[in-house]
T-cell receptor
Framework: DTGVSQDPRHKITKRGQNVTFRCDPI?????LYWYRQTLGQGPEFLTY????????KSRLLSDRFSAERPKGSFSTLEIQRTEQGDSAMYLC???????????????FGPGTRLTVL | QQQVKQSPQSLIVQKGGISIINCAYE??????FPWYQQFPGKGPALLIA?????SEKKEGRFTISFNKSAKQFSLHIMDSQPGDSATYFC????????????FGKGTKLSVIP
């Protein structure tokens, strides 16, 4: 399978704990996105990377959230001091930008479902 | 401020019928309008997309109709099949240095035999 992969698929944690999710984009894709999806809602944008540079962050991304994309390949999303309101599906997407400013198709992974008790 | 309004929230269609889902947007700067399909437990998958320089795009049983002056676009699923039962999201993409997709709240489609 050469699509976007995410690990773990499910995570249950207690309030106050830290969690980290991993996303492996489609090979050669230079853009990587993180979204959050709650039940009955559409995905909401969190942040975006162009190669290893984090270029855009949503105001939804509080200071408890941090994302990295070292070496411009896989990415991690860490949530510190989790709260019950963080319970959601965390989706990763990747795309191949052929030129600056190009509109490219975002391919989504299966998501990581986080439950905070 | 809700930038994309999607309706209906849910839709039940008989097999072979036409499913129609509508979206309205506010910002005229949006320049790319995709529709995504999502099955339970899966990530969204791109179904079809359109740019504002055309009024209609068709791919198989799926058609997007776009009305730039009304700031609306819709998804039509012809000959709906039970396998089309899923949640459908419209989205807008602003470009202009911002590469985020803004999604509607989704429409849960059920196609009954």
């Amino acid at each position: 399978d050469t699509g976007v992969s995410q690990d773990p698929r499910h995570k249950i944690t207690k309030r106050g704990q830290n969690v980290t999710f991993r996303c492996d984009p489609i090979s050669e894709h230079n853009r990587l996105y993180w979204y959050r999806q709650t039940l009955g809602q559409g995905p909401e944008f969190l942040t975006y990377f162009q190669n290893e540079a984090q270029l855009e962050k949503s105001r939804l991304l509080s200071d408890r959230f941090s994302a990295e994309r070292p070496k411009g390949s896989f990415s991690t999303l860490e949530i510190q001091r989790t709260e019950q309101g963080d319970s959601a599906m965390y989706l990763c997407a990747s795309s191949l930008a052929l030129s600056e400013g190009s509109t490219d198709t975002q391919y989504f992974g299966p998501g990581t479902r986080l439950t905070v008790l | 401020q809700q930038q994309v309004k999607q309706s209906p929230q849910s839709l039940i269609v008989q097999k072979g019928g036409i499913s129609i889902i509508n979206c309205a947007y506010e910002n005229t700067a949006f320049d790319y309008f995709p529709w995504y399909q999502q099955f339970p437990g899966k990530g969204p998958a791109l179904l079809i997309a359109i740019r504002p320089d055309v009024s209609e795009k068709k791919e198989g049983r799926f058609t997007i109709s776009f009305n730039k002056s009304a700031k609306q676009f819709s998804l039509h699923i012809m000959d709906s099949q039970p396998g089309d039962s899923a949640t459908y999201f419209c989205a807008v993409y602003s470009g202009a240095g911002s590469y985020q997709l803004t999604f509607g709240k989704g429409t849960k489609l059920s196609v009954i035999p």
